[in-house]
């Protein structure tokens, strides 16, 4: 065979293998969109464990409608246009990739509508090809639904492990997204059953009673660190509330959750002596530093950034949990109606 380039539905598909696994990467695609569009409160609504209907519903920005297509057509994003914005990433998208990515493998319709544009729009599109564009009215916001995930890709439909997992990496993605972005209202609904509820009032400690109780809430501590290139904030457990895997400490950098060996260790390291072998605490993290010293460009799902000054970093969450919990009384810190 000769040399030709791909269509761009198979290279929407190609991409779709790396950015969609399964349908917690729609959901996450979907909600960090609505999120860097602005949305205050966004629902999301499951079927089957995302396999029938995966929808996001938001009240952010919207789409003007001669863009809409556009969304649709990998590489184009309105996030950053140039290279200086590629290092200073303030979004949580810019690869363009997700929504032709989504629609390459599933059936999706788009209903957007903006402040300014006269009228929204109504945009379907399956398998990469346009099925309809038609005008519609609705409130300032969008509404995306994805029906039949992975209909044209048998390998990854198989693939699926049973709804009830597929749910719960539904939950896990959406609790991570909530803690992290705790001005923005969350509700989660699967098969009509609400599994998930934040009033984005701002408050971590009441996202963190939400997600795993009021008594987990009531035995945290709020830390604080900082140093010249990162400042830290967060509640983490008193050592004596601990689980058995780290999957309930979230990492987030910038607010976007990450996986970080170093990072969660460094977690681990400054609790020292205080927690049992192969005990791990639980909490939640946020780091904040300058764009310039993380790259997220590394994993198509930006699951895994790359930190400069890794090692400081470590040595500043040392200290900072090594300090909450250096004084002799460990009580939790105060909290009121969570
Ligand atoms: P990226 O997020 O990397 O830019 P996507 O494929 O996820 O790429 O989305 C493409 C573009 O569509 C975004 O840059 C944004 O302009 C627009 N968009 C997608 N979802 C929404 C939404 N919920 N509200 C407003 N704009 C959106
Ligand atoms: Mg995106």
Redesign the pocket.
Same mark, same amino acid.
């Given at each position: 065979m000769r040399i030709h380039e791909l269509s761009n539905l198979l290279a929407n598909q190609i991409a779709a293998g790396e950015v969609i696994e399964r349908p917690a990467s729609v959901v996450k695609?979907?909600v960090?969109?609505?999120i860097?569009?602005g949305?205050t409160q966004i629902d999301v609504i499951v079927e089957e464990a995302g396999e029938s209907l995966i929808r996001?519903v938001?009240n952010?920005?919207?789409?003007n409608p001669e863009?809409v297509p @556009?969304? $649709?057509t990998r590489h &184009?994003?309105?996030?950053i246009s140039n290279r200086h914005d590629l290092f200073n990433i303030m979004? @949580?998208? $810019?690869?363009?990739? &997700?929504?032709?990515?989504i629609a390459a493998i599933s059936d999706v319709t788009?209903n957007?509508t903006t402040q300014d544009a006269p009228s929204g729009i109504m945009y379907h599109i399956k398998g990469g090809k346009q099925v309809s564009a038609t005008p519609a009215n609705g409130r300032r916001?969008?509404v995306?639904s994805v029906r039949d995930l992975f209909y044209n890709t048998p390998a990854r439909l198989k693939y699926l492990k049973r709804p009830q997992t597929e749910l719960s990496r539904i939950a896990d993605i959406m609790n991570r997204i909530a803690l992290s972005y705790t001005n923005v209202a969350f509700t989660v609904t699967a098969d009509g059953r609400n599994i998930l509820q934040t009033n984005g009032d701002g408050n971590q400690q009441r996202v963190i009673a939400a997600i795993y109780g009021r008594d987990v809430a009531q035995k945290m501590r709020a830390i604080t660190g900082e140093d010249d290139d990162f400042n830290i904030t967060g509640f983490v457990s008193l050592p004596e509330l601990t689980r058995g895997s780290r999957d309930y400490l979230t990492i987030l950098v910038n607010g976007r959750f990450i996986k970080n060996f170093s990072v969660s260790n460094a977690v681990i390291r400054g609790y020292g002596s205080k927690l049992m072998v192969g005990r791990f605490p639980m909490g939640v993290i946020n780091i904040n530093t300058d764009p310039l010293l993380v790259d997220v460009n590394v994993h198509p799902q930006k699951a895994e950034i790359r930190l400069s000054k890794e090692a400081e970093l470590s040595a500043l969450i040392i200290d900072t949990i090594k300090s909450c919990f250096a004084d002799e009384n460990l009580i939790p810190d105060a909290y009121e109606n969570l």
């Open positions: 695609e979907l960090e969109n609505a860097d569009a949305a996001v938001d952010g920005e919207g789409i863009d @556009l969304a $649709f &184009a994003t309105s996030k979004s @949580l998208g $810019f690869r363009g990739e &997700a929504l032709p990515s788009l957007t916001g969008t995306v």
